[in-house]
């Protein structure tokens, strides 16, 4: 469908690589190190993960091939329209996922599709609902699965997805980090 361009995942992250994957597309994994994934404070909570995707492209965007299409990602988890980002540790962790526990949030990924000449960027939205989780389960997990590089402390596709998640509505793979049926409509009509 895609066949005048090669394809670039622009993510480190193996969830993203095995979604992308999952389309059936030829594709290869490039990573810039320590790109700058600020945003301005009075941004949006809804647009801050596509700015922070565009921010991205852009970086990558000064060293590709004229044949080459890049996808850049970026995740974020909100909760009553406060951003939860990574955990830094153990106790930060432990404090997301009780503030998660009993209540719904929005996990939102912003995408940019780039080429030298074209770039689209979207956002898909899911609401995630936990049951409440006991101090055990949180400790559990967290000890277990170590979630400090994932947005709000979680993995639904993990443990805590398993047991924890009562409610879900829109797409599971946008919560594990890439909406792909939107990645695959929007490389359709690229």
Same mark, same amino acid.
């Given at each position: 469908?895609?066949?005048?361009? #090669?394809?670039?995942?622009?993510? %480190? =992250?193996?969830?993203? /690589?095995?979604?992308?994957?999952?389309?059936?597309?030829?594709?290869?994994?490039?990573?810039?190190?320590?790109?700058?994934? =600020?945003?301005? &404070?009075?941004?949006?909570? /809804?647009?801050? $993960?596509?700015?922070?995707?565009?921010?991205? $492209?852009?970086?990558?965007?000064?060293?590709? &091939?004229?044949?080459?299409?890049? !996808?850049? &990602?970026?995740?974020?988890?909100?909760?009553? %329209?406060?951003?939860?980002?990574?955990? *830094?540790?153990? $106790?930060?962790?432990?404090?997301?996922?009780?503030?998660?526990?009993?209540?719904? *949030?929005?996990?939102?990924?912003?995408?940019?599709?780039?080429?030298?000449?074209?770039? #689209?960027?979207?956002?898909? @939205?899911?609401?995630?609902?936990? /049951?409440?989780?006991?101090?055990? @389960?949180?400790?559990?997990?967290?000890? *277990?699965? /170590?979630?400090?590089? #994932?947005?709000?402390?979680?993995?639904?596709?993990?443990? !805590?997805? *398993? !047991?924890?998640?009562?409610?879900?509505?829109?797409?599971?793979? %946008?919560?594990?980090?890439?909406?792909?049926?939107?990645?695959?409509?929007?490389?359709?009509?690229?």
């Amino acid at each position: 469908m895609i066949t005048s361009y #090669k394809v670039v995942l622009a993510s %480190n =992250s193996p969830r993203r /690589k095995e979604l992308l994957a999952g389309i059936d597309i030829d594709f290869e994994v490039r990573i810039i190190q320590d790109i700058d994934e =600020s945003y301005p &404070a009075d941004l949006p909570t /809804k647009d801050i $993960a596509e700015y922070i995707s565009r921010k991205k $492209a852009a970086v990558y965007q000064e060293r590709m &091939a004229d044949d080459e299409l890049i !996808i850049t &990602a970026d995740t974020i988890v909100v909760l009553d %329209n406060e951003v939860m980002g990574k955990p *830094h540790d153990e $106790a930060d962790a432990s404090r997301m996922l009780h503030e998660l526990s009993g209540r719904s *949030h929005q996990v939102i990924t912003g995408v940019t599709l780039t080429t030298t000449t074209r770039q #689209k960027s979207f956002s898909v @939205e899911t609401d995630v609902t936990f /049951k409440t989780l006991s101090d055990e @389960e949180i400790d559990y997990y967290v000890q *277990h699965y /170590k979630p400090f590089d #994932k947005a709000g402390a979680y993995g639904i596709q993990e443990w !805590i997805g *398993h !047991i924890g998640v009562t409610g879900l509505q829109g797409s599971y793979f %946008n919560v594990m980090g890439l909406p792909v049926q939107r990645i695959y409509e929007a490389l359709r009509q690229f």
